[in-house]
């Protein structure tokens, strides 16, 4: 893809990432998690969720309108130009939910078909966390950057290379079965680390792995809108993205810095072994 048109993108996708973090800060209920009951805080969490993505949606549609957009929550569109928009319009809900200031609005430009594992690219991509002011960013060939308020600063994964001394971000999913299955791997991974982090957040875990302040991060289950933004700014901090065959996808999502990939990987696949197959 022409680099202009990547930037493009880019920009585009910190423009709307930001625009609709400002929306679920500055319209987040602040009782949510503690004054009503657990299933009208979650109702409400589904509403927020649903209008930064119609949000997301309007502004992308309009500057890019033959660009398909596929999201988490409902209202798809399709288009004509090959490059779809996934987004996630709050990824890290229950950190949401509860106030707790690690969550975020990830939007990726994607080449292919998001929906077929292995098929799609991302060529640029943003992800902001709307409390903590940051928005990490990037496009093909250009670098990954983290910017906050005026300030541009350009981010680099991890030189580690040593998986006892290394700090490994994962995350669960919501069914017991996967839980199960996902606490069994982990067995395997944690004495052989420095030490597990679960921040809640699929897409600001693959931006920590962009700036090292997690040397490496792997997780079962994660759909295309969690891991898009977050892949190529992995990959262009200098990290790799990989999976349990090779390719991310929902079966495994695995990333670090260059130099601890195939050794975390080796790890990965001994804990996926080690876990067995997952009950349906
Ligand atoms: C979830 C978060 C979480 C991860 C889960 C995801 P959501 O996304 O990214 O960290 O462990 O697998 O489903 O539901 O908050 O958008």
């Keep these: 893809m022409d680099s202009t048109l990547a930037a493009e993108l880019e920009r585009i996708a910190v423009l709307v990432a930001e625009e609709a ?34 949000l997301l949606r309007e502004r992308l549609m309009g500057l890019r309108p033959d660009d398909a957009f596929f999201g988490e929550e409902d209202g798809g569109e399709v288009g004509t130009s090959g490059l779809t928009w996934v987004v996630d319009p709050i990824d890290g809900t229950v950190n949401y939910l509860y106030g707790i200031p690690a969550y975020a609005v990830s939007v990726a430009a994607v080449l292919g078909d998001p929906s077929v594992p292995g098929e799609w690219e991302p060529v640029a991509g943003a992800v902001c966390n709307p409390r903590s002011r940051e928005t990490w960013h990037a496009h093909r060939g250009g670098g990954a950057w983290r910017t906050q308020g005026e300030t541009s600063t350009p ?25 199960a299955w996902q606490v069994a791997a982990l067995t395997h991974v944690l004495p052989r680390v420095r030490d597990i982090r679960r921040m809640g957040s699929a897409a600001l875990d693959l931006c920590a792995v962009a700036e090292g302040r997690l040397d490496g991060y792997y997780e079962r289950g994660l ?45 990965v696949r001994a804990a996926a072994e080690t876990a067995g197959s997952e009950p349906t």
């Design 155 to 179: 981010v680099h994964a991890s030189a580690a290379d040593d998986l006892g001394t290394a700090l490994v971000g994962t995350g669960f999913g919501y069914r017991a079965e996967r839980r």
């Design 21 to 54: 973090g400002r929306l679920i800060e500055d319209e987040r209920p602040a009782d949510l998690g503690v004054a009503q009951t657990k299933s009208s805080a979650t109702d409400v969490v589904t509403v927020m969720d649903q209008r930064a993505q119609d």
């Design 223 to 267: 759909n295309p809108w969690d891991m898009a933004a977050g892949v190529i700014i992995v990959e262009e901090a200098g990290g790799v993205v990989t999976g349990l065959d090779g390719t991310p996808s929902d079966d495994m999502v695995i990333a670090s810095g260059s130099r601890l990939a195939a050794p975390l990987a080796r790890l």
